[in-house]
């Protein structure tokens, strides 16, 4: 079945009502209603998987892009032209799935404000991706976009990636974990707009050797871009195309993502999503002569 709907008035309700649906949750059951999305696409098998293994705890819904949507970070295409085509899927008969065809982050308000709106879940999950999402790869991530979204919202919300998923085990072991981590005090007393992102290393499960709380590594390369010589073209017009990447002389901390990744821990990151620099607003209010005048 496909239909269209109205992501306008959707977007009003869940900036309005959002606060509102998450402070309203069933505190007896945790988590009581999930919500799923992810970035690769609702036939990615790692958030089919991730489904069912929620379906076995919580009413779970998964609410996807209809495809690989990677790099999209918290986009709203959907929201721009005021409504998304949105078709039902069968994953099993314990699971409520929407494929979509919109951005992450247009998935997430789709579910909230529409989809969701009178049952709001307890939790938002974002992945599971195939990257890492390590250092300042988060800026592009379609997969932690979409949980900044949520966030910003209201909700509790974690996105997790780095899942290699042709080792043998390594779906079924990340689901079980990712499960158990959502069931804990850690997770359950997230107030938003804090979120978590995590990354777990793209080896084999028996491999893993443990869990870090880490901090973000710095930016590690920039692209490099060359002029594309094209008789063509006219004097006004330039075409740049990117032929590789640079590395930076920035030796990632020994207590950073990067590292930590690299010996073969998961990490956690702690986020939050409203970028106020509160420490600068006071500061600023005092030297507000030294803006020019309008």
Not at 86 to 94: L, Q, R
């Amino acid at each position: 079945m496909r239909s269209t709907m109205n992501l306008f008035q959707m977007s009003l309700i869940f900036l309005i009502f959002s606060f509102h649906l998450a402070l309203c949750q069933n505190s007896n059951d945790w988590p009581n209603r999930v919500l799923i999305t992810n970035d690769n696409g609702i036939d990615d098998i790692k958030i089919i998987e991730l489904a069912k293994a929620f379906s076995k705890i919580s009413e779970t819904y998964v609410v996807a892009p209809n495809s690989d949507k990677s790099g999209s970070t918290n986009y709203l295409g959907a929201i721009r032209n005021g409504r998304v085509e949105v078709e039902k899927v069968n994953i099993s008969d314990e699971i409520k799935a929407y494929s979509v065809d919109g951005y992450p982050a247009d998935c997430v308000v789709l579910a909230i404000a529409g989809i969701m709106k009178d049952n709001p879940p307890d939790l938002v999950i974002s992945g599971i991706n195939g990257g890492p999402n390590l250092g300042a790869d988060w800026l592009g991530s379609g997969t932690i976009g979409a949980a900044r979204i949520a966030s910003i919202g209201g909700f509790r919300a974690i996105a997790v990636s780095g899942l290699k998923s042709d080792i043998p085990g390594s779906i079924e072991a990340a689901t079980d974990w990712v499960v158990r981590f959502a069931q804990s005090s850690v997770v359950r007393e997230l107030k938003p707009p804090q979120y978590l992102t995590l990354s777990i290393p793209r080896i084999s499960s028996k491999d893993i050797k443990g869990i870090k709380v880490a901090d973000r590594a710095g930016l590690q390369e920039i692209p490099i871009l060359e002029k594309v010589v094209d008789e063509n073209m006219n004097d006004a017009e330039e075409v740049w195309q990117i032929t590789g990447a640079k590395k930076l002389s920035v030796i990632p901390d020994t207590t950073s993502d990067i590292s930590l990744y690299d010996k073969g821990y998961i990490t956690i990151i702690p986020m939050i999503a409203r970028e106020v620099d509160y420490s600068y607003i006071d500061s600023l209010k005092k030297d507000i002569n030294s803006i020019p005048k309008w």
